[in-house]
């Protein structure tokens, strides 16, 4: 079992920053990935950015130039640096961790007001 504790969320002004953190405990794989999938009401979840532990990213075409995925792996921390934020970023967060089995934080709510 891998369990994953989300930080960083809250409400930010159109054009701002936050950062998201995501620490993972349990049973950690050698071999995994981390990332951020993000849900707004009404809509399906989507994936927002995902990282290898050779730090390789994958990002949505929506936050590409915007957003920023990076780890610690000595941590087992996944960071999501969120600049240039639009009212179309508001979503609750989630954190997933990827070995074979998938799993998920509890979500944070990321608003950003126009």
């Known amino acids: 079992q891998v369990q994953l504790v989300e930080s960083g969320g809250g409400l930010v002004q159109t054009g701002g920053s936050l950062r998201l953190s995501c620490a993972a405990s349990?049973?950690?794989?050698?071999?995994?990935?981390m990332g951020w999938h993000r849900q707004a009401p009404g809509k399906q979840r989507e994936l927002v950015a995902a990282i290898t532990g050779g730090g390789n990213t994958n990002y949505a075409d929506s936050v590409k130039g915007r957003f920023t995925i990076s780890r610690d792996n000595a941590k087992n921390t996944v960071y999501l640096q969120m600049n240039s934020l639009k009212p179309e970023d508001t979503a609750v967060y989630y954190c997933i961790y990827q070995d074979g089995y998938d799993y998920w934080g509890r979500g944070t709510q990321v608003t950003v007001s126009s």
């Open positions: 349990g049973s950690i794989s050698s071999i995994h990935v």
